[in-house]
């Protein structure tokens, strides 16, 4: 059979793709995942300079950190996000005190969330814990209270469900930072810094939930 035509479809598609924004962002603490303000305090991503049209795929909560990726391409949203395509998603949480392994079991194992049994997941202490660049502003510390630094990886996301997964086990959540998508990690990129996202990291990212070739395969 004649492959010919097939291939050289791929290398249109490439080529179309390489056209087309795909952005990598640090988003800050108190930054919105919106272009529009909300009333609230909250700066917003106009103030960072991306390209035009291009818009947030998904969400990360005003008071939550890290790893947004932003797009012009119609499509990648659902792509990347729909729970049945079953990518993960890790977290770095700090929390209060020092969880023992049946709290981070029955992370794993899921919780009953306002009525939603979350999925199961993969809960681990950081070991070394790591060096964040500090919030601005700050956590709440409290000096007779230790904190630590865990990983969770989830395959949903449901509104605040970190936190509200490690209230349920005694843990309240301190900071949150959102450190990759699917195989794609945030690296070193500076809060409030964003670049674009390479043909083979874009490859990389649709290769984790299964396709590299984004919509349309």
């Known amino acids: 059979m004649d ?5 050289r479809a791929q ?13 990598v962002f640090n988003k800050p603490y108190g930054v919105l995942s919106q272009f529009t303000a909300d ?17 947030p795929l998904g969400r990360l909560d005003a008071d939550s950190e890290g790893l947004l990726l932003l797009s ?10 729909d729970p049945e395509a079953g990518h993960r998603r890790t977290y770095w949480v700090q929390v209060e005190r020092l969880p023992e392994e049946s709290a981070l079991r029955a992370l794993e194992n899921g919780l009953l969330i306002q009525g939603h049994h979350t999925r199961q997941a993969r809960a681990q202490r950081l070991d070394p814990q790591p060096e964040m660049t500090p919030r601005n502003p ?6 007779s209270v230790p904190d630590c630094w865990i990983a969770l990886e989830l395959s949903e996301g449901k509104n605040r469900q970190v936190r509200r997964m490690t209230a349920a086990v005694g843990h309240p959540t301190l900071r949150l930072v959102r450190v990759s998508i699917g195989s794609f990690h945030l690296g070193a990129l500076p809060p409030g810094q964003w670049r674009d996202v390479s043909l083979a990291e874009r490859q990389q990212i649709f290769a984790s939930i299964g396709s590299s070739r984004g919509p349309g395969k």
């Open 138 to 143: 700050p956590i709440r510390f409290r000096k």
């Open 11 to 23: 290398q249109e598609r490439g080529r179309l793709e390489a056209l087309l924004s795909l952005l």
């Open 72 to 81: 012009d391409e119609a499509g990648l949203n659902h792509r990347l996000l």
């Open 39 to 55: 009333g609230s305090p909250n700066r917003t991503l106009a103030e960072f300079g991306f390209p035009p049209r291009v818009y």
């Open 3 to 7: 492959q010919e035509p097939d291939h």
